[in-house]
């Protein structure tokens, strides 16, 4: 019994680790993770990122990445800072940098620790976790890009159930880094254009991303990633393959 204690102790550790930064992150520099902290420190930024390029593009990166492994709620106010810091490209492909290192990191840490045990709970899970794995499970490629893309997926869903399931980590890091490109696009060319925003002391308008214009396009692609398990279950019904 105390060597299994033991065992499992070690199993989870590097949750608990997350945990506990996750925990001292948010209480050390969550006021900093808010637009009103970016507006108060724009100037500051700017003049960091034109004096230390490089290393303002490796901090940004390393920042972003560990504020989706912990979780943090400051990732669209970080993908913001990345369009105003570095245009919208670069900047996107900063962004995305940043979010599919953290998701990566976080990903194996909740493999590693809870992911067996948890896997044999998500069996008997309901609603949109239990629709996720079902369909990661039979099609793993599109269901990996169809969460990615879809605005209603939270984030952290997108980011832990995959963990929870037989996912190989290429399949996972190469569905992120191009499934959450179309959303930090948006977001990006948005953060670039804050220099108008701060001048007329507003907010930037975070729901264009559910405009017509830019939803449209992103449901389009939701329906390509479907199309594989359409046809899969055409085929299934007609008896074919």
Known sequence: MLEYAKTRLRRLWPLIVVGLAAALGWWWFGHLLSFEALATNREALLALRDSHYSA???????????????????????????????????????NVLGATLGA????????SSIGAS??????????????????????????????????????????????FLEVPLHRYVISTFFGIMPGALVYTSIGAGLSEVFARGAAPDLGLLFTPSILFPILGLCALALLPIIIKALRGERGIG
Do not use: C, H
């Not at 669209?76 to 900063?94: D, E, Q």
């Open 56 to 94: 303002t593009v490796f901090g940004f990166i390393v920042t972003y990445a560990l504020i989706v492994a912990l979780s943090l709620p400051g990732a669209s106010v970080a993908t913001l800072a990345g369009g105003f810091l570095f245009a919208t490209f670069p900047g996107t492909i900063f």
């Open 104 to 111: 990566s990191a976080i990903f194996l840490v909740a493999r």
């Open 118 to 163: 948890f896997a044999a709970r998500l069996e008997g899970a309901e609603g949109m976790v239990k629709r996720i794995k079902e369909g990661i499970d039979d099609n793993q490629w599109s269901m990996l890009f169809l969460i990615r893309l879809v605005p209603a997926v939270p984030f952290v869903i997108a980011n832990l159930v995959p963990a």
